[in-house]
Structures are given as C-alpha cells and as structure tokens.
C-alpha cells in the first residue's frame, strides 16, 4: 500500500483531492481495476475518501512514507496496522509475546476471524 501512496504522492501531491481515474491513470491501470487498492489504502489509514470528489492522502501517510525519525515511522506502521481491527487485536494478543509459526498465525485468522484459507497463508506470510 505504501508503494501505491508513494506513486501518488510523486506524481500528484499531497494537500488536494485526486479522482480515482486519475490515479488509476498513474498506475497505468484502469479505475475498476483498483478498488481493492484504494479500499485497502483507506482501511490502513493512508487515503481519504471525498464522495464525489476524491481521494487524499493522509497524514498518517507522511509520518509513515517521510518520517522524522525511525521511531515515527515505526509509530506511523503501527497506527496503520491499527486501522485494521484484525491486525490491532493481534498486536494486542502478542504484544510483548512469541509470535506463533505462519501456520499457527494463519489457522488463528481462519479461526477467530473468519479469514478465507488463501487469504490467511498469505497473511500469515507477509
């Protein structure tokens, strides 16, 4: 998602609403071919949504993408990961703990959270 931001950022700037097909445009891609992009760039707190406007870059996205110092931007990661109600239940779960095998993590996503199989393995993966 930062990759995807970062284009954004390069060719288009940060303080203005850009349409979708403007940025699908960019990525030299079509604008339906993206939702899943823009979605997810919104649920980790990147992009802001304008109904009928646009799409902006966040704050969150500059802490993370040009930070001040390491820490900011582990901090910026964090709070990302925290959009997510998944991913902030398991930092909670193992804060200060091991972290389980991939299939361990994965049969957890399944299980708890009702994640798709493939979806999981590659979430427990990355």
């Known amino acids: 998602m930062l990759n995807f931001c970062a284009k954004i950022y390069t060719e288009l700037g940060i303080n203005t609403f850009h349409s979708r097909e403007l940025i699908a445009e960019i990525h030299n891609v079509q ?22 406007v646009g799409y902006k870059l966040t704050p ?3 802490k993370v993408f040009k930070p001040l110092n390491d820490d900011e931007k582990k ?7 925290r ?3 998944i991913y902030s239940t398991l930092i909670d779960d193992f ?3 091991p972290l389980p095998s ?4 994965s049969s957890r996503l399944i299980r708890n959270f ?3 199989d493939y979806a999981a393995a590659k979430a427990a993966f990355i």
């Open 83 to 85: 959009c997510s109600t």
């Open 31 to 52: 604008a339906d071919s993206i939702k899943q992009k823009f979605s997810s760039a919104q649920g980790y707190g990147l992009l802001e949504i304008k109904h009928s």
């Open 60 to 62: 969150l996205f500059l």
């Open 102 to 105: 991939e299939q361990g993590l």
């Open 114 to 116: 009702q994640v798709k």
């Open 75 to 81: 901090q910026g990661i964090v709070e990302c990961l």
């Open 95 to 97: 804060n200060g703990h």
